[in-house]
């Protein structure tokens, strides 16, 4: 009999907890779609993200073919961007370009996500450790960030990878420094403290105790290391320091149309216009996400 009541008692409060757990997902969706920024930051993204993923079933010419007698169309209903002045359809390398763009601030941030997380808890956890490792950070962020790119990137070749290990050595310190601010506080943590007291090993506090509680930091400024990374690319492919030609990037696309602008606007005010969108969004969504994860910063602002 008591074991019968025991079962029934246990089945009541796996139910119960189950109930709870969806209440709490759906109470997390419903904030989700109630921030604005986050629907509008995150469909933009979401839109173009599409777009170039379905780039060679939307398009009608290849992103570098040639047509010498289609120099400098304007936009129609054949070449819907208009052409360059080499006759390729600029709408075709618009999307194409896309895809650089999105994969390029895409693992930019996901590198450096984790080389900033594991460089920003070491250092807040070990004071030797810090002193050299901050150091380090500071002196690559007394550079500013498009001419330090230029400089790795002169060192390296204009490779689309060599720009991507360009932007991660770039934005890694300033994740670090933001993770390590993060991680100082938690620290001082009672929970913290009572690990150490039992014993626990390093390692073990930091990924362990220490570590889940900066992921809320770490994913709002890996979206802005993203929107960066999408700028300062298209500003290495503009100075011809980032994806080489005839490949299509937003950047070489610009170049190639400011020599034309007066007489073929098309040429810069749709790539602008992806990247503006692009950069946007990406902005949109962090600070939505911000608001999110920050319940403090829900309240300063009411």
């Known amino acids: ?120 808890l070491h250092a807040a956890y070990f004071r030797t450790l810090d002193h050299v490792l901050m150091r380090i950070a500071d002196g690559l962020m007394a550079f500013p960030s498009i001419l330090l790119a230029i400089a790795i990137m002169a060192v390296l070749g204009p490779k689309p990878i060599n720009v991507v290990i360009a932007l991660v050595i770039v934005e890694t310190p300033v ?46 400024q890996i979206t802005y290391v993203f929107s960066i990374s999408m700028i300062i690319e298209a500003s290495l492919s503009f100075l011809g320091a980032g994806i080489p030609a005839p490949a299509p990037s937003w950047g070489n696309i610009l170049y190639d149309g400011k020599s034309v602008i007066h007489n073929a606007w098309w040429m810069t005010v749709f790539p602008g216009l992806f990247l503006l969108l692009a950069v946007l969004g990406s902005n949109l969504l962090g600070d939505g996400i911000r608001d999110l994860l920050d319940p403090h910063a829900n309240k300063a602002k009411k």
């Open 1 to 120: 009999m008591i074991l019968e009541t025991e079962k029934v008692v246990e089945s009541k409060l796996t139910e119960k907890k189950q109930q709870l757990s969806k209440e709490r997902r759906a109470l997390f969706i419903r904030r989700i779609w109630s921030n604005k920024m986050v629907v509008i930051g995150g469909s933009i993204i979401f839109l173009i993200s599409l777009i170039a993923l379905i780039a060679p079933f939307i398009t009608q010419f290849t992103p570098v073919e040639l047509v010498a007698t289609n120099r400098l169309q304007s936009p129609s209903a054949t070449h819907w961007f208009g052409t360059d002045n080499f006759g390729r359809d600029i709408f075709s390398r618009v999307v194409y370009g896309a895809r650089v763009s999105l994969a390029v601030g895409l693992s930019v941030a996901l590198i450096t996500a984790v080389f900033g997380m594991f460089i920003g």
């Open 175 to 220: 994740v670090a420094r933001i993770i390590r601010s993060a991680a100082l506080v938690i620290k001082e943590q009672t929970f913290v403290e009572a690990a150490k007291a039992q014993g626990a090993k390093a390692w073990r506090i930091i990924w362990s105790h220490i570590a889940p509680n900066v992921i809320s930091p770490l994913i709002v």
